[in-house]
């Protein structure tokens, strides 16, 4: 029992090594109540009009990106928008076709959805590697338990957590997991533009970016705020969340 379990924890600290997604370990994937309850789409769910928005708005990027896989930026324009919902559901869209794989990164240090996904079961996140070392990238990627999508979390919440956004290591990272697959889509989730600067430090090493209207909450100023937070060259559109 020992043996395998050794054997599975190597294949999870190593699958970042590969750079063939079909040699890419899979832990134990999520149940479809599990799934349910985190709010992420999955192939057969019942909410078949939640499944086809998240497929239609993959086509939509796609296009955009001419089939390139690229790094999105997903934000909100105030607090409660629902981009963790949305940048999570897109990560999972992408990786619906078994020949791709996402890259889930949160960058919602005060409030990170990879806590729920990953139950707080992790040593090292975005914060350890920006600040040590020792800290590798493979230390920091985790499986979701949905199907060829990987998170890394955003680590520990300190006051100098928006600088180390804006630092090289942070570009270097963002750049290199984008191209150690050439089949990889990474979705990067950040605060809502009315509370932190982070989207618009990040939207510089985006290919593009979307952001979310909670539907009824905004006024045309805030809407007119977002696009100019992630620019209006990055911006690929809104999603409206009820």
Do not use: W
């Not at 570009?171 to 932190?196: A, G, M, Q």
């Not at 939207?203 to 209207?213: K, L, Q, R, S």
């Amino acid at each position: 029992m020992q043996n395998k379990t050794e054997s599975i924890i190597k294949a999870v600290v190593d699958k970042e090594s590969s750079h063939v997604i079909s040699d890419m370990a899979e832990p134990i994937y999520k149940t479809h109540e599990e799934l349910a309850a985190l709010k992420i789409i999955y192939p057969g769910m019942p909410q078949r009009e939640v499944l086809n928005t998240f497929r239609d708005l993959r086509t939509r990027l796609l296009d955009r990106a001419q089939g390139k896989n690229f790094i999105l930026l997903v934000s909100s324009l105030c607090e409660g928008g629902g981009s963790s919902f949305v940048a999570m559901n897109l990560a999972a869209s992408f990786a619906l076709d078994e020949h791709k794989t996402a890259l889930y990164i949160d960058c919602n240090v005060d409030s990170p959805f990879s806590d729920e996904l990953l139950k707080d079961s992790y040593d090292h996140g975005l914060m350890e590697y920006l600040e040590s070392s020792e800290v590798d990238v493979e230390d920091i990627i985790y499986s979701t338990g949905v199907p060829r999508v990987r998170t890394i979390p955003p680590g520990k919440s300190h006051e100098m957590s928006v600088e180390r956004f804006a630092s090289a290591k942070m570009t270097r990272l963002i750049e290199s997991v984008k191209k150690r697959y050439r089949d990889r889509f990474v979705v990067i989730d950040v605060p809502p533009v009315s509370e932190s600067s982070v989207a618009r430090i990040l939207a510089g090493v985006a290919d593009m970016a979307v952001v979310v209207v909670p539907f009824g909450k905004v006024t045309k100023n805030q809407v007119l705020a977002g696009i100019d937070s992630v620019g209006e060259e990055k911006f690929a559109g809104f999603v409206f969340n009820n």
